[in-house]
């Protein structure tokens, strides 16, 4: 793969991703209340599809899958948390390599991911995701068909191979953006992983692993939907709402989860927005730019989310404060993170700016 054709297949993945993640981050904001059931609990999902390395090594992609457990979390009758593990398989075309004879080679990277997505579902069964993933490698192997022997071909891992130099990373940071229905305990969905940072460095430039794959998901427990709904032969007339003079604040559960979703999906819109720019750019691997979109989308997403949240209950806040809040309290969590074990500092991360964010609103917040 010519550089040229490298850097357009970058520009056109970051600008899909960019056009798909700002406008879940306002259908998840605009969200209204509705009589489905809340969707809560346990899933199991398994995916197939098209994968690659993206990069200047990499001659096409090859397909690969992927399996996980996932819970999700209501915000909100039509918003969701969702939390997931996952084991997923990238693959890449190296093309033909060898100093005798020119065989056909393929790069394979398992990895183990960790995810974090926000949901918005219709008054049906369809919902729209976006988040972030964190992944580890677990093996990185090159397997060549063919040449010399009774069976032929052979495996070698990433570090031991030959021809080209494959350091596979040990930590990469990645967006996702999904949209699918739901059907009773199942779920079918298209979902699309696309790597932030470098999956496997090589002399020649980085690989970033991305995939689009379709995904079945089972959910276990009781039937989504089945309940919490007014059945048609049910004559009791609903409840009438008590007079108020004025409208409640939230509670500050409600608005922490608010700005987490906020949180995640800004950091996924920013990297996206930071990946297009250095797509563009004369240095298509700058990753200063996508570092700046990420903080952006991190400082600005919880403020967002509070005062849409806000403006629909008939609230509003000092949207500096908020902004200010975010930053003070991610700012506070690095430091603390300093001082953590190594398994806290993430949520810590995670949870710090959107916290302070609340706070910064909850000081500033009145009626409308």
């Known amino acids: 793969m010519t550089p040229s054709i490298s850097r357009m297949t970058r520009l056109l993945a970051s600008a899909i991703a960019c056009a798909l993640a700002v406008p879940t981050l306002a259908s998840v904001l605009h969200a209204q209340p509705t009589t489905t059931a809340r969707r809560e609990g346990l899933s199991l999902f398994l995916g197939i599809g098209w994968t690659d390395l993206a990069g200047t090594a990499s001659e096409g992609a090859a397909g690969g899958g992927s399996f996980g457990l996932a819970y999700e979390r209501p915000l909100g009758s039509r918003v969701g948390l969702r939390v997931e593990g996952s084991i997923h398989e990238l693959r890449a075309d190296l093309g033909e390599t060898g100093d005798i004879f020119s065989l056909p080679t393929t790069l394979s990277a398992v990895r183990f991911g960790l995810g974090l997505q926000a949901?918005?579902?219709?008054?049906?069964?369809?919902?729209?995701?976006?988040?972030?993933?964190?992944?580890?490698?677990?093996?990185?192997?090159?397997?060549?068909?063919?040449?010399?022997?009774?069976?032929?071909?052979?495996?070698?891992?990433?570090?031991?191979?030959?021809?080209?130099?494959?350091?596979?990373?040990?930590?990469?940071?990645?967006?996702?953006?999904?949209?699918?229905?739901?059907?009773?305990?199942?779920?079918?969905?298209?979902?699309?992983?696309?790597?932030?940072?470098?999956?496997?460095?090589?002399?020649?430039?980085?690989?970033?692993?991305?995939?689009?794959?379709?995904?079945a998901t089972y959910r276990f427990g009781a039937r989504p939907g089945a309940a919490g709904r007014r059945q048609p032969n049910d004559m009791r007339p609903a409840p009438s709402a008590a007079p108020s003079s004025a409208p409640s604040a939230p509670r500050f559960a409600h608005q922490a989860g608010i700005s987490v979703a906020g949180f995640v999906l800004g950091i996924a819109a920013g990297a996206g927005l930071g990946a297009l720019s250095a797509s563009v750019s004369d240095d298509g691997d700058n990753v200063d730019q996508v570092a700046s979109g990420i903080f952006a989308g991190a400082m600005l997403g919880p403020a967002f989310a509070l005062h849409m949240d806000g403006k629909r209950?008939?609230?509003?806040?000092?949207?500096?404060?908020?902004?200010?809040?975010?930053?003070?309290?991610?700012?506070?969590?690095?430091?603390?993170?300093?001082?953590?074990?190594?398994?806290?500092?993430?949520?810590?991360?995670?949870?710090?700016?959107?916290?302070?964010?609340?706070?910064?609103?909850?000081?500033?917040d009145r009626v409308r």
């Open 119 to 215: 949901r918005r579902y219709s008054k049906g069964a369809a919902f729209i995701g976006a988040g972030l993933t964190v992944s580890a490698n677990s093996s990185c192997v090159v397997d060549t068909e063919g040449g010399p022997g009774f069976f032929g071909g052979s495996t070698e891992e990433c570090e031991e191979f030959p021809y080209l130099a494959l350091r596979p990373r040990s930590g990469v940071l990645g967006t996702v953006l999904t949209a699918g229905v739901q059907r009773g305990r199942w779920e079918y969905e298209v979902r699309y992983d696309q790597a932030v940072t470098p999956t496997i460095d090589t002399d020649v430039g980085p690989l970033r692993g991305r995939s689009f794959a379709g995904v």
């Open 313 to 364: 209950h008939g609230r509003r806040a000092n949207f500096l404060a908020t902004v200010v809040g975010s930053f003070l309290g991610t700012a506070l969590g690095v430091m603390a993170a300093y001082g953590a074990d190594e398994g806290a500092i993430l949520p810590i991360l995670l949870v710090s700016g959107p916290v302070g964010a609340t706070v910064g609103y909850r000081l500033t």
